[in-house]
């Protein structure tokens, strides 16, 4: 690297993504999150955690999710009994 600036910029590339690859980014996890369903092959508490980790990702990425727009989907999201 020719100096600390371009230094800086790969490896803001490389752990933090440019402006692009975090909008991309947080645009899959917005599709996810619209998409959230429960797959069959997972229990309860394994749902409960991929959920929470969706959501922690969307608000790190800027979004407010609240917790009872969270509940809902969460409660959509599980088969009917």
Request: proline share 1%; charged share 30%.
């Amino acid at each position: 690297y020719k100096d600390a600036k371009s230094l800086w910029e790969a490896i803001k590339n490389m752990f933090g993504g440019n402006k692009e690859s975090n909008k991309m980014q947080k645009t899959i996890l917005e599709l996810n999150y619209e998409n959230f369903a429960v797959s069959s092959q997972e229990g309860i508490d394994k749902t409960y955690d991929r959920f929470q980790k969706l959501i922690s990702q969307l608000e790190i990425h800027g979004d407010v999710i609240l917790q009872e727009d969270a509940n809902l989907k969460l409660l959509r999201s599980l088969p009917l009994a």
